[in-house]
Each structure stands twice: as structure tokens, then as C-alpha cells.
């Protein structure tokens, strides 16, 4: 009777020849299409050049919207007159970046600057499970402020909408670097 218990348990030891080894973590291979940029030409103030893969409305006089139907994301513009109040709209424009600060981790102001074209604009990249993970304002300082929003339409999940936002923000940072005031 022992013998029939030693079987099972010497088989045991001899089937195992190789050490068992976890299988690595598998990671979403997202890959996105080179976007091709054409100047927008609307009857706002400002005009910019719009990756191929958005599409550009305006939604009221002031307020207008980026759409990317693939990534269910969209950039939302509000376009603001200055009149000697570039404080308050610089300083309105941050209390709703910085109301993210509860979902927020971290939260990095990228500045930019063209003084050739009259140019100044912040990007605030917000990491972390925030409803907007960037944020950005443009000025002269003079006349025209525009601040901007970008959303997904999917529950905030940072690590998994990542490549996305990377993808966006590259199209954010064209958006800037092409924008040229009407007035």
C-alpha cells in the first residue's frame, strides 16, 4: 500500500524538469497614423493648422471644438477678447486647470514662446485619473486669449488612454506653434 503513494509523489519530482517562470505583464500596442496638418480657415480670430484625423466646428461665437472620432477625444477651444484683464482670464483659466488637483498627481507647466508672431502659451500636462489630462492657454497679451481642454470621451484612466494623449498633445503643440491672430 506505501508503494502506491510513493508513485505518485516520485512522478511528481521527476515531471519537473524546468523551473516554472511568470510570463511578463503584456502591454496595448496602440499605433496611430503620421497625421498630415492643413490650415484652418474659419471666422474666428485666429487661424491654425488641424492634423487631417480632427475635424474643427465652432459651437458658439467664442467657444469652438476639436473632434478625433477615432480616439473619441475632443480639444475644447473658448476664445476670449482682452481688455486690460489678461490677469483675471490667465488667472481663470488656471483655476480650472488646478481644480484637477484632486485627481491629479502631478501636474507640469510646458511654456512656449514666439515673439516674432506674438505668441505665449502654456500646456499643463496633468497626470493621473483627471477629466482633462491637458490644458493649455495662448495669448498676445493684447487682444486675443484662447484656453483650451482636451477630453476623452471614456472614464479617466491615465496609464490606459496614455498613448493617446501623447498622440494629441504632439497635435497640441502644432496647433501653437501655427497659430496666427486675424486682428
Not at 516674432?116 to 486669449?145: C, H, L, M, W
Request: proline content about 5%.
Amino acid at each position: 500500500m506505501r508503494f502506491f503513494y510513493i508513485i505518485p509523489i516520485l512522478l511528481g519530482f521527476i515531471s519537473c524538469e524546468n523551473d516554472v517562470v511568470p510570463k511578463p505583464n503584456a502591454y496595448l500596442s496602440l499605433s496611430y497614423q503620421k497625421p498630415n496638418y492643413k490650415v484652418l480657415n474659419t471666422t474666428t480670430p485666429y487661424n491654425f493648422e488641424i492634423s487631417n484625423q480632427a475635424v474643427f466646428t465652432v459651437e458658439k461665437s467664442n467657444w469652438a471644438n476639436i473632434h478625433y472620432p477615432k480616439l473619441k477625444a475632443d480639444i475644447n477651444l473658448t476664445y476670449q477678447n482682452v481688455d486690460k484683464n489678461i490677469y483675471q482670464l490667465i488667472a481663470d483659466a488656471e483655476k480650472l486647470t488646478y481644480k484637477h488637483t484632486l485627481k491629479a498627481e502631478h501636474i507640469e507647466v510646458l511654456p512656449f514662446e514666439n515673439y516674432d508672431k506674438k505668441i505665449y502659451a502654456r500646456i499643463f500636462e496633468i497626470s493621473g485619473d483627471a477629466a482633462s489630462p491637458i490644458q493649455f492657454q495662448v495669448t498676445d497679451s493684447v487682444k486675443n486669449f484662447i484656453s483650451g481642454s482636451l477630453y476623452f470621451d471614456v472614464s479617466p484612466n491615465y496609464d490606459s488612454i496614455l498613448p493617446a494623449i501623447s498622440f494629441v498633445k504632439k497635435d497640441i503643440k502644432h496647433l501653437i506653434e501655427t497659430l496666427e491672430w486675424e486682428n
